[in-house]
């Protein structure tokens, strides 16, 4: 620990503390420090001190002490004798600590804090108005920025395998702090092995992420729907129910669920990712349709999730897209849809109102590596990129065709049905890097270049909806009217767009100087190992400084520059937003 934190830790425990504390403070250091003690400064402390001296705690002032309870719903189970019969246990002991605790300051107010799984359990007319606070999934960037900030485990992020099981892991806090805590027992010179690493991963997936998947709130089918609904973009209402016995407010107070309030009264619905994963791998599925979207689960793990972090997500991206899409479409499939309105198909992009109501029959879909790119010439029958005699039908089979694995020229093309014509609609996705360039100015003419139809789907009156996503915020496009059979997705939007698969790495090729964490930064910057550390280390002190961080790419070569940092800075995949 740094001399300066040490000695503010001593300070603030003198000040605070001492004679006013059962532990010593030798041994209040070593059983009581925060984890990132070591970057506490003198001038915090200062701060602290002259806090406290500005606003004392006058005798009549109100002392507010929270007390929280964890698994609280299991209390009830103890079967304790209870002075009414007509309260919970759990109001007694509450009331029984409250009321201890009030012998000992007539100003003290006790606020109790619950966490568990049964909302009804303190929630009803005999207990006290509760208010309830919403659950949020970690980022993967939360959870890489948390893990840098502690020096005992920021080195755990060097190794790529940790970094994908920390993916896997869904964001969900529990999950990843015990897979953390178990990684550092097993630390050998800064170094875990590979062995060992997967050991971690399998105790805390067979402890936690198993318990999660085979609640006895839900059958196998109901987790399928659980799941479909999640990137299905279909909202729902708290007070509805999945399968026409749990209501929706019951999934999400059993933890197995998220629910993002919408427009209205209606939620998005979030579930971890490891969700997703297993489906995936299941194959004793009941129906055609959720096997269907277990295969493309599946497809989405072997060609997306397989490479994570051993290649950068922007060379991810179209393979990702292409996957979604067939989960999208199978997903709705799996919840009964036949056919869908692009507005429910694309919930989140920007589109005409005609766009909008346009509706198409949905088919079971799966990826297809193609060979051929999409333009005037491209054949009905297209070829598997590793085997040219496998055709595919892509107007007709369900393909979701992707001609490459990144970079420019790759195209995403698939044909569904017009539900009322029968004319084939044909989308085209266009995933546009050059990120802050693609102005109203320049809409209609790169719209236009998409609009090229395959020949000989022209004389079928075939209809071509073409899509730019991340091709900008959606303040530069706001005042822009998107042409009929267009829609474009801003990274405002994404979220909403791909519902909770916006979790995933490979969602984005872009990375946000001012806001992304070490792991991310050091993505955009070139040189050796040691280097590109120290040059991610001040480009985040910067970001902390009253200064604020970048405006633009000239702004961080600058900074590099007076730095004196050995590294170039890449910003091709680069973005300055907050």
Known sequence: MPIAASFSWRLLYRFFLDKNCALAFEEWFNSRLPRNGGRLTLSNAIKVIDRKLRRPVHGKEKLYLF??????????????????????????????????????????????????????????????????????????????????????????????????????????????????????????????????????????????????????????QTLVRLAAFAVSGVTVSPISTIDGRLKWSRLRDSSLCLLSPRESSTCDVRVPYPLLANIGSTKSLATRAERDFATALDD??????STMFALQPWQSWEMFGACFYAVRINALLVLGHSTATLGDLLPGARMSEETRQISVKLVPSRVVRCAEAFGSLTPQLISNK????????????????????????????????????DNV??????????????????????????S????????????????????????????????????????DESERFYG???????????????????????????????????????????????????????????????????????????????
Not at 396 to 419: K, M, P, Q, R, Y
Not at 469 to 487: I, Q
Not at 529 to 542: C, F, G
Request: with cysteine; charged share 25%.
């Open 425 to 450: 609609v044909v989308f085209v996705d266009q995933r546009k890097r050059q990120f802050g360039k693609f102005q109203p100015c320049h809409a209609k003419e790169y719209l236009g270049k998409l």
């Open 67 to 220: 007390v929280g309870v964890d698994e609280y719903q299991k209390i009830e189970r103890v079967k304790a004798p209870r002075s009414d019969p007509d309260t919970s246990l759990l109001r007694e002991l509450v009331e029984a600590i409250a009321a201890f605790l009030c012998t000992k300051s007539s100003n003290l107010v006790v606020l109790p804090m619950f966490a568990g799984t049964d909302l009804g359990v303190i929630a009803n007319s005999l207990n006290y108005v509760t208010e309830r606070l919403p659950m949020t999934l970690l980022t993967l960037d939360q959870v890489f920025t948390f893990v840098e900030s502690n020096a005992d485990f920021a080195m755990l992020l060097r190794q790529s395998q940790i970094r994908r099981h920390l993916f896997m892991l869904g964001g969900v806090p529990r999950w990843v702090v015990e897979y953390l805590l178990e990684l550092r027992s097993c630390l050998q010179g800064g170094v875990v092995s590979l062995e060992n690493i997967n050991n971690c991963y399998d105790d805390v997936w067979t402890n936690f992420v198993d318990y999660y998947l085979r609640s006895p709130l839900v059958d196998l």
């Open 300 to 305: 989405m793990s072997e060609m997306v999730d």
């Open 452 to 491: 090229v139809c395959p020949k000989f789907l022209v004389a079928r009156g075939a209809r071509v909806v073409r899509g730019v996503l991340n091709c900008d915020s959606l303040s530069n496009l706001a005042t822009y009217d998107v042409p009929h059979d267009c829609f474009l997705l801003s990274p």
């Open 386 to 421: 590793f085997n040219q005699q496998e055709k595919y039908d892509w107007t007709s089979s369900g393909c979701i065709a992707v001609n490459g694995d990144g970079g420019a020229g790759v195209d995403i093309f698939f044909a569904l049905n017009d539900a009322v014509t």
């Open 500 to 578: 909770t698969l916006a979790y995933h790495p490979a969602c984005t090729p872009f990375i946000s100087v001012n806001s992304a964490c070490k792991t991310a930064l050091k993505s955009l910057l070139r040189g050796t190992l040691k280097a590109v550390d120290e040059a991610a280390e001040a480009i985040l002190t910067k970001r902390n400084e009253p200064s604020g961080g970048f405006s633009n790419s000239e702004d961080v070569r600058s900074f590099i520059k007076f730095k004196r940092l050995k590294v170039d800075f890449d910003d091709e995949y680069a973005e300055f937003q907050s």
